[in-house]
């Protein structure tokens, strides 16, 4: 069975990648203030921020790497490493550990063999914590790329699982 996933083709820089990030940076060259907006529109064009396009960044507006890595490090929308094709977050807010998250997580580390913040070898799936969804009633809540699903237990999780497994 043929898993379908084009997400190696994210997790491999490309010259066409480095292109499309000079591209977006053209309208913005020389100016500083408009590092997160391109950091944004970079890493949706690449998947994720590894250090070439950093670099890039940093000569396309004129600012200091380490300016560039301390906006990527510190935001979390911004990430380093390639993701899956589906992005799973557990949410592990006060409601939602109390109701079992870290037994999700432990689920979902034994399962799909990564740990939180990583990606299944086979790019599959990225795996996620965060600290509120806004569904504390809900509790624990699990994010499947955009699909959101309370109330989740190690049983619901398998459904869910296999949903996205399937594809």
Sequence with gaps: MSNG?????QAQLTPEHMAQVDKIMEPYR?????????????????????????VRVAEGLNVPLTKVYGV???YSLFTTKPKGKHKIHVCAGTACYVR??????????EDLQVKPGDTTADGRFSVDVVRCLGACGLGPVVTVDDEVYGRVNNE???????KYKKE
Excluded at 156 to 162: E, N, T, V
Aim: hydrophobic share 40%.
């Design 5 to 9: 996933c084009t997400c190696h083709a």
């Design 30 to 54: 020389g100016q500083p203030g408009s590092l997160i907006q391109v950091l944004h529109k970079a890493q949706n064009e690449v998947g994720y921020l590894p250090r070439e396009v950093q």
């Design 72 to 74: 990527v490090s510190f």
């Design 100 to 109: 079992g998250a870290n037994e999700l997580l432990d689920k979902l580390e």
């Design 156 to 162: 619901k999780l398998d459904g869910i699982l296999a």
